[in-house]
C-alpha cells in the first residue's frame, strides 16, 4: 500500500523560509502527479501547488513566486520550498497523489507575524 509522509513543518518568523519533504513508498514513483494542498483552522482544504511527471509545476496565485515544488525521482520525494512565508500561510500542510484519494498526515506549518 502506497503511504505519503510529509516532514519538514514548524514555527517561523514572517518573511522566513522553509522546505517541506514528502517521502512517497512505492516502486514506481515516476508516474505519480504529485501535489501540496494546505488547511488552515475553520477554513477548507486548498490547492498549494503540483508538478507532474515531466516536472512541470502549477502554483496557486496565493503562493506563485513565494513557492517551489519539485521532485526527486530518485529519493521517491516531493519538496516544497517555502519563501518569504506569510502569517496567512499557516495551516496543515498535505501531500497528495493529484487527483486521487491518497494523502499523508500533514505537517504543521506556522508563521508569526
Known amino acids: 500500500q502506497v503511504q505519503l509522509v510529509e516532514s519538514g513543518g514548524g514555527l517561523v518568523q514572517t518573511g522566513g523560509s522553509l522546505r517541506l519533504s514528502c517521502a512517497v513508498s512505492?516502486?514506481?514513483?515516476?508516474?505519480?502527479?504529485m501535489a501540496w494542498y494546505r488547511q488552515a483552522p475553520g477554513k477548507q482544504r486548498e490547492f498549494v501547488a503540483r508538478?507532474?511527471?515531466?516536472?512541470?509545476?502549477v502554483y496557486a496565485d496565493s503562493v506563485r513566486g513565494r513557492f517551489t515544488i519539485s521532485r526527486d525521482n530518485a529519493k521517491k520525494t516531493v519538496y516544497l520550498r517555502m519563501n518569504s512565508l506569510k502569517p496567512e500561510d499557516t495551516a496543515v500542510y498535505l501531500c497528495?497523489?493529484?487527483?486521487?484519494?491518497?494523502w499523508g498526515q500533514g505537517t504543521q506549518v506556522t508563521v508569526s507575524s
Open positions: 512505492t516502486s514506481f514513483f515516476d508516474p505519480y502527479e
Open positions: 508538478i507532474n511527471e515531466r516536472g512541470n509545476e
Open positions: 497528495n497523489e493529484y487527483g486521487t484519494t491518497l
